[in-house]
């Protein structure tokens, strides 16, 4: 399976937000539309796909601000952890309030750890990785060594855990026991700044 992943960066915190597909394919899933929705949308329909899917990875405003919007413009069911819920449903939690623009969020399935899904014809697995949040979680393609990882863990670092629900302890637990246990090969695609990779966060990462 050959994967075409699109990355933009969007918003004031320069959130990546990916747009996913199989090559070949119309259909594509997005991945943390933070804000922008509008220059999501647009790239979507330049590349001739169809949305099919938008999935969270966890709730905090940089993350899920264009989500309404997006859907409105291009449609997709939304997908997140249910362990996120509440975060995403609070502007106080999510930190949307402190921005000057409340976002609660609702989203249209609520995903479980371990559950395998298949948006736009591409197989997920759901890895909850606490710490961040408490209900942040990862999305693995197991057959093309790919893992979109939120703001669990960046090249060379990890995500803030001073926000509500954040938790080091599980952040590091998370970091150690649910992905540098993936394939060395796995290529990861965070929230932040430039993908990397296991091998390399497993050199070079200092809470590895």
Known sequence: ???EITVLTVGPIQTNCYIVN????TSCFVVDPGEEAQKIAARIEKMGLKNEAILLTHGHFDHISGVKELVSLVGGTVYALDAE???LMNPQLN????????????PDVFLRDGQCIEVAQIPLRVIHTP??????????QEESR????????????????????????????????????????VVIYPGHGPDTSVEYEMANNPYA
């Open 22 to 25: 199989q090559k070949g394919k």
């Open 131 to 140: 710490g961040h949040t408490a209900g942040g979680c990862c999305y693995y």
């Open 95 to 106: 930190a949307s309030d402190m921005m000057g623009g409340g976002v609660g969020l609702e």
């Open 146 to 185: 790919i893992l979109f990882s939120g703001d669990t863990v960046f090249m060379e670092s990890v995500g803030r855990t001073d926000f509500p629900t954040g938790n080091s302890r599980q952040l590091l637990d998370s970091l150690r026991n649910k992905i540098l246990t993936l394939p060395s090969d």
């Open 85 to 87: 819920r509440e975060l």
């Open 1 to 3: 399976m050959e994967i």
